[in-house]
């Protein structure tokens, strides 16, 4: 179960006082002890609280995916002396990229891939198989 709702809270640093919404919640799961999983998002979205949080989720998963093409392609990875060089490196990072977001769309069935991440597949498909 889950809690929701707001308050207004200035920070000693801000000019005035802005909407805080707060979500309280204990996570359990089987075989582990339960713990409190608290967040809060300083918005000024016109949503109730609840639909804030809810709102939030696809830019969580958003998040994720550029996390994921960042760090598990080496997306960042400019290091060649020319701009060109450097597009031609991205422009591969992001092909390989969409190539590996569809082996997740077509791997949803399978137990073992089903949610997996970029690096996950990366490693157990083609590292495997070199």
């Given at each position: 179960m889950s809690l929701y709702s707001q308050v207004r809270y200035r920070a000693g640093s801000w000019s005035r006082s802005r909407r805080?919404?707060?979500?309280?919640?204990?996570?359990?799961?089987?075989?582990?002890?339960?713990?409190?999983?608290?967040?809060?998002?300083?918005?000024?979205?016109?949503?109730?609280?609840?639909?804030?949080?809810?709102?939030?989720?696809g830019h969580h998963d958003m998040e994720k995916r550029m996390k994921e093409t960042k760090l598990d392609l080496r997306l960042d990875k400019t290091s060649c002396e020319s701009l060109a060089e450097n597009q031609f490196r991205v422009?591969?990072?992001?092909?390989?990229?969409m190539l590996l977001q569809a082996?997740?769309?077509?791997?949803?069935?399978?137990?073992?891939?089903?949610?997996?991440?970029?690096?996950?597949?990366?490693?157990?498909?083609?590292?495997?198989?070199?």
């Open positions: 805080v919404v707060y979500k309280a919640e204990v996570v359990v799961h089987p075989e582990r002890e339960p713990r409190d999983n608290d967040r809060h998002v300083v918005t000024n979205l016109q949503r109730g609280p609840r639909a804030v949080f809810t709102g939030f989720q422009l591969l990072s992001l092909a390989a990229g082996f997740q769309q077509k791997l949803t069935a399978d137990e073992e891939f089903a949610g997996a991440q970029m690096v996950t597949i990366r490693e157990r498909l083609f590292k495997r198989a070199v």
